[in-house]
Antibody
Framework: EVKLVESGGGLVQPGRSLKLSCAAS????????MGWVRQAPGKGLEWIGE????????NYTPSLKDKFTISRDNAQNTLYLQMSKLGSEDTAIYYC?????WGQGVMVTVSS | EIVLTQSPTTMAASPGEKVTLTCLAS?????MYWYQQKSSASPKLLIY???ILASGVPDRFSGSGSGTSYSLTISSMEAEDAAIYYC?????????FGGGTKLELK
């Protein structure tokens, strides 16, 4: 069974950084592109970016590329999202996705 | 960046009614993915490569389209189909979602 489990969310102050993790299991992690998606409260889905199997290609939505960094550790079957200079507009549920399978999401709240 | 515009934004359908949701792309894309999201749950993949049903998806769902125009059709609305539906294009980076269509039960 494919499982994606996000962690690392919570309350963070404006201007601070936060790193999310996504633990993958039930499939050969290093065979797949992986991505991050977020959803602000009451809003639609926003694709953040994706990373290929060997991390040689990483793409971001232009508006987020200067503050978000996607990485992966194939030995640990884990996907990461490093977020910096966080603002209230970054408050959202963050999902790890394999496109066909999604995690349950983790809430990030940016507030003082 | 390819912009996807979904219509209608909101609609209501009666049980048994045929429903068609549309996703228009600002530039041509090779295929479309469709997702269903209920309440606060994670989105669920319904259709990939425009018309292929994901595993476990009822065959009342179907997808079609090409170029800049794609659609998701529910042949006979059921109560459990009330949800928000999103299209996603993966042809061109950055990948982008449509704004969603909220489908309610009448």
């Amino acid at each position: 069974e494919v499982k994606l489990v996000e962690s690392g969310g919570g309350l963070v102050q404006p201007g601070r950084s936060l790193k999310l993790s996504c633990a993958a299991s039930g499939f050969s992690f290093n065979d797949y592109w992986m991505g991050w998606v977020r959803q602000a409260p009451g809003k639609g889905l926003e694709w953040i970016g994706e990373i290929n199997q060997d991390s040689s290609t990483i793409n971001y939505t232009p508006s987020l590329k200067d503050k978000f960094t996607i990485s992966r550790d194939n030995a640990q079957n884990t996907l990461y999202l490093q977020m910096s200079k966080l603002g209230s507009e970054d408050t959202a549920i963050y999902y790890c996705a394999r496109v066909d399978y999604w995690g349950q999401g983790v809430m990030v709240t940016v507030s003082s | 960046e390819i912009v996807l515009t979904q219509s209608p934004t909101t609609m209501a359908a009666s049980p048994g009614e045929k429903v068609t949701l549309t996703c228009l792309a600002s530039s041509s894309v090779n295929y479309m993915y469709w997702y269903q999201q209920k309440s606060s749950a994670s989105p669920k993949l319904l259709i990939y490569y425009t018309s292929i049903l994901a595993s476990g998806v009822p065959d009342r769902f179907s997808g079609s389209g090409s170029g800049t125009s794609y659609s998701l059709t529910i042949s006979s609305m059921e109560a459990e189909d009330a949800a928000i539906y999103y299209c996603l294009q993966l042809t061109s980076t950055p990948w982008t979602f449509g704004g969603g269509t909220k489908l309610e039960l009448k």
